[in-house]
T-cell receptor, first 112, second 112 residues
């Protein structure tokens, strides 16, 4: 069935380090892909999206590229900040569908 | 701020009591979704509305759960005869058809 697999956390980095959070998906068709971020005690905020193969979504220094051949949508940031500490969720949905399918989330902790 | 609004933010209830949560979507959005999130997991789809019509409710967790959107604007999610296993974050989201969903801050339910 449709699913999202994310790398397990927590991911602990020092400030200004390079970040990669891996995400792969299983879907019948060509979904739209999303990264959401959740700060402690809060709801989810849309971080970035990509709607077709080879699209690159970007926001706040984060980037992810839609790779159809590897069914992946890895999240990257060149230099993380303490304020980036949060849980990051990869998700997708199909144009024919009505719901987002989420991964289990990856907690990021950035130390000063 | 015209984002998705959820009330209350926190609810503590005794086992066996009924609870009701409210969601006010972004005003021009015609789709409204309810998700449940347990600790350490990604959000799990429960149900959704397009305008006032509830188009998918098979994922509601039991017949103790029900949702309404009486005039195609705000929505309520009710849980009857709460159980400790119902303790979770309940998230509401809204969207236009076939666009990304925007989430509220959630209602955290604790059943004691």
């Amino acid at each position: 069935g449709d699913s999202v697999t994310q790398m397990e956390g927590p991911v602990t980095l020092s400030e200004e380090a390079f970040l990669t959070i891996n995400c792969t998906y299983t879907a019948t068709g060509y979904p739209s892909l999303f990264w959401y971020v959740q700060y402690p005690g809060e709801g989810l905020q849309l971080l970035l999206k990509a709607t077709k193969a080879d699209d690159k979504g970007s926001n706040k220094g984060f980037e992810a590229t839609y790779r159809k051949e590897t069914t992946s949508f890895h999240l990257e940031k060149g230099s993380v900040q303490v304020s980036d500490s949060a849980v990051y969720f990869c998700a997708f949905w199909m144009d024919s569908s009505y719901k987002l399918i989420f991964g289990s989330g990856t907690r990021l902790l950035v130390r000063p | 701020d015209t984002g998705v609004s959820q009330n209350p933010r926190h609810k503590i209830t005794k086992r066996g009591q009924n609870v009701t949560f409210r969601c006010d979507p972004i005003s021009e959005h015609n789709r409204l979704y309810w998700y449940r999130q347990t600790l350490g997991q990604g959000p799990e789809f429960l149900t959704y509305f397009q305008n006032e019509a509830q188009l998918e409710k098979s994922r509601l967790l039991s017949d103790r759960f029900s949702a309404e959107r009486p005039k195609g604007s705000f929505s309520t999610l009710e849980i009857q005869r709460t159980e400790q296993g119902d303790s979770a974050m309940y998230l509401c989201a809204s969207s236009l058809v076939s666009t990304e969903a925007f989430f509220g801050q959630g209602t955290r339910l604790t059943v004691v």
